[in-house]
């Protein structure tokens, strides 16, 4: 048995957490909507500063409390499965850590979405204190779809020649996102926008926070209704990407699960917090593009030259330094007034 074929955290033992976690996250959601955000209000960006401070520090907890049970678990593992070349102490160190690097690359894929929802908001003229209530059910059906293909991903992963072609899948992304040029994104020529308002007659103007309304006993469909489809839409393939890229830093599903699950949380916080000047990252696509591209080579080459996983603190280290890199040129390109930036 290879070291790099085990699942710590197997579902058919760690069921109860999945559901546990999941519960406790739509109280953790119920609480924002019905407490923090019950009347719909203009986010601040102290406000939003405040929030991704909550969220990165739920999800920095959650990490330690993973790396302290599995210190506690694994040497249970370890004596009851002969395993050769296994330590309980490095993959308890490993799994944290897996969980550290997924977290960041999801965190980081996420800021793609960030930019449709300029887009959207712009395009459908959503004001700022609606904006919140569609991205808060925009995350509930996230959370839903990746629990989905989290869930295909792991029955998948289990085959070699699928683990390839999922890192030829992320190289060819990221190459594309690097060297394609930009288009202007246009939800009207969306086709499940377009089959939407076939099914459902659209209102012109907004009904205030209300996502439907009845007119003379007609179902009709608002502008808020019609950009939280196109951010749904969004989502789902922004996963293609994101989920098999995470599948690259580590094969336990539960890892997945959770680092998916905290990136997403804070999004809306990081939305409200970046939406103003993300104009000024537009170099952080090109090391998007770099990080599938890396990632996609770990899935389909690395981790079976360096017997089964390549390293993860160097995986931390290189994913890190990418983005690093890519902010910091953006920046450099805005103070310097490149003319070509904007």
Do not use: C
């Not at 969980?99 to 999801?106: A, D, K, M, N, R």
């Not at 789902?236 to 905290?262: C, G, Q, R, W, Y």
Request: charged share 15%; proline share 4%.
């Amino acid at each position: 048995m290879r070291l790099d074929s085990v699942v710590l955290f197997p579902f058919s033992e760690y069921w109860w957490f999945y559901l546990g976690f999941t519960l406790f996250v739509f109280v953790l959601l119920a609480i924002d909507l019905g407490i923090f955000h019950r009347d719909a209000h203009e986010v601040s960006f102290k406000e939003s500063l405040t929030w991704s401070i909550i969220w990165i520090t739920l999800a920095l907890i959650f990490n330690f409390l993973l790396y302290q049970y599995a210190l506690w678990k694994f040497p249970q593992v370890e004596r009851l499965v002969s395993i050769p070349g296994f330590n309980s102490d490095t993959a308890a160190m490993q799994s944290a850590l897996e969980f550290l690097t997924g977290y960041v690359v999801e965190k980081t894929l996420a800021v793609d979405n960030i930019f449709i929802f300029v887009v959207v908001f712009g395009f459908f003229s959503i004001p700022l204190k609606y904006q919140h209530r569609v991205l808060f059910f925009g995350i509930i059906g996230a959370l839903l779809f990746r629990i989905i293909f989290i869930a295909l991903g792991s029955f998948l992963i289990q085959y070699q020649f699928i683990v390839i072609l999922f890192g030829v899948f992320l190289i060819l992304t990221g190459i594309k996102i690097i060297f394609a040029p930009e288009k202007p994104i246009d939800p009207e020529k969306n086709p499940v926008i377009r089959l939407f308002r076939k099914v459902f007659p659209l209102t012109p103007n907004l009904e205030g926070q209300k996502f439907f309304v009845r007119k003379e006993k007609i179902l009709y469909a608002t502008p808020l209704m019609i950009a939280l489809l196109f951010i749904e839409v969004s989502d789902i393939i922004f996963a293609v990407d994101s989920v098999p890229a995470i599948f690259a830093i580590t094969k336990e599903p539960l890892i997945v699960f959770t680092s998916n699950v905290f990136a997403i949380l804070g999004l809306r916080a990081m939305y409200f917090m970046l939406a103003g000047v993300v104009h000024k990252f537009r170099y952080l696509k090109y090391g998007l593009g770099v990080v599938l591209v890396f990632v996609g080579l770990k899935m389909a080459w690395l981790n079976e030259l360096f017997g089964g996983k390549f390293p993860i603190v160097t995986s931390l280290f290189i994913i890190t330094a990418i983005i690093a890199l890519s902010i910091m040129f953006s920046m450099w390109k805005t103070k310097s007034g490149d003319k070509n930036f904007y």
